[in-house]
Every structure is written in structure tokens, then in C-alpha cells.
């Protein structure tokens, strides 16, 4: 295994985080261990962010200890990795609208504990401002489809986010347009991002993900 990010290694061209709850899988992928640890590869084509790490992502702002907001958490997928590389003295608050995929959430935290599941719609960050009360948030992640994604990043940001901290935003173009051609709403979503961020890198996802870039940016 080699490290390629804090908490995040390499092996045969596959990625892989260390294992925070040893013996347990999140959606079918595969366990390795190496020198006594466990390490879970993190597969592509099931999480946006390990496209982007395969893709040549140039920073992935995650550490030990860190904290995160991750909105659109879904049932888990990417939010177990990001939860394996922050550790058990990290904390990530994962937002999602939708009861059916945060009931899976919620019993991913009960395993997990540096994850909280929060019900809410991530357009009102608003209505969640007190569960995050003082927490300094060094990421603040989203992957979510709904046609306003960066202004919706850009509201949390502007709530959670100090100068100098990190986004990382999965932005999909086909749920903002399905006639305009995707790399014309990228550009519409950097000029919106810009707002709130220096833009420090794009990248598309594709083979893994079709239409879809991640934008990795710097809270100005
Ligand atoms: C593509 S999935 C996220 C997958 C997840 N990020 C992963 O990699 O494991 C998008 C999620 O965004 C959620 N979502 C859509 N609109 C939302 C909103 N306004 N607020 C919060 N979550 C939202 C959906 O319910 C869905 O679970």
C-alpha cells in the first residue's frame, strides 16, 4: 500500500482507505489486509470522490481529526470512506432530504460513530445551523442533483465555511439541463461558485461517471 493522500493509498492501480470498523463492508467492496490492518477498496464507479482521486485529483483536503459536511450523504458510500480517513477524532455531519436512503444512513452511524445523520434539506442550511453549533468544518462536500448545486453549495458555505477551508462540489449536468451541452453548464457553475471561491481545479469524471465534473475549490 501506498499512501497518495493523508488516509487515502494505492495498490495495483486500486484505491483503498484503512478500515475504521475492521470486518464490516458498507456496499459489497472488497477487504484487504496488509502488515495486521485492513484497508477497503474504494471503488470509482460507486463513489464520485475515487473518480476524481483516479481522475488526478490534486489535493484531497481530508486529515485525521478533520471535520466535514457532507451534503447529499445518501446511505453511505463515499461518507465510509471519508469516515475512515478522518478517524474516530473526526466528524462528518452528513445532510440528506430523503427518509428511505438516511434510514440506511442511520444505521451506518450507529456503526460509525464520527458520522451524524441530520434530515434536512441542504437548499435551508438554516435548519440545521444549531446541530453544527460550533464545529469548525475544514471540507465541505456535495453531491447532490438538483438544478441550483452551486448556489446551494454556496449558501453552506457561506454559513460553515471560513477562508481558506476547503469544497469540494460533484456537479451533474443533466439535472440542471438535459438540451445544454454539459461543459456550458459547467462553466455557468464555476462562474457561480466563483462567488464564494477560488476555483483551484476541475476534473471530469468520466468513464466513471458520464456528464458529471467535480470542482475542488478554496473558500475566499
Ligand atoms: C447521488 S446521491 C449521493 C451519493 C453519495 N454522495 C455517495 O457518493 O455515496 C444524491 C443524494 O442527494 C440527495 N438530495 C437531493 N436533493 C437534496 C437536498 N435538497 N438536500 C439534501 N439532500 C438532497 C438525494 O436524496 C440523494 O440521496
Not at 453511505?76 to 474516530?88: A, L, N, Q, R, Y
Not at 473526526?90 to 445523520?117: Q, S, T, Y
Request: hydrophobic content about 40%; charged content about 30%.
Amino acid at each position: 500500500m501506498k499512501q497518495i493522500f493523508s488516509g487515502i493509498f494505492e495498490s495495483n492501480g486500486k484505491i483503498f482507505t484503512k478500515n475504521l470498523v475492521p470486518g464490516k463492508k458498507v456496499y459489497g467492496e472488497a477487504l484487504v489486509v496488509e502488515n495486521g490492518l485492513e484497508y477497503r477498496e474504494w471503488v470509482p464507479w460507486r463513489s464520485k470522490l475515487c473518480a476524481g482521486i483516479k481522475n488526478s485529483l490534486k489535493n484531497i483536503p481530508l486529515k485525521e481529526g478533520g471535520n466535514v459536511l457532507y451534503l447529499g450523504s445518501a446511505e453511505g458510500t463515499t461518507p465510509s470512506h471519508v469516515s475512515d480517513i478522518i478517524g474516530e477524532n473526526g466528524l462528518l455531519f452528513g445532510v440528506d432530504i430523503a427518509e428511505k436512503v438516511m434510514r440506511k444512513f442511520v444505521e451506518l452511524c450507529e456503526l460509525r460513530k464520527n458520522m451524524l445523520p441530520i434530515l434536512a434539506d441542504a437548499g435551508k442550511p438554516e435548519t440545521y445551523a444549531e446541530e453544527l453549533e460550533e464545529t469548525k468544518i475544514e471540507l465541505l462536500y456535495q453531491d447532490i442533483s438538483q438544478k441550483n448545486q452551486a448556489e446551494i453549495f454556496n449558501k453552506n458555505a457561506e454559513l460553515f465555511l471560513k477562508k481558506g477551508k476547503f469544497g469540494i462540489i460533484v456537479i451533474k449536468a443533466k439535472s440542471i439541463s438535459q438540451s445544454e451541452k454539459p461543459e456550458k453548464i459547467f462553466a455557468e457553475e464555476k462562474k457561480e461558485l466563483e462567488k464564494q471561491f477560488n476555483v483551484l481545479q476541475q476534473v471530469n469524471l468520466a468513464p466513471f461517471e458520464k456528464h458529471h465534473c467535480i470542482f475542488l475549490c478554496e473558500k475566499k
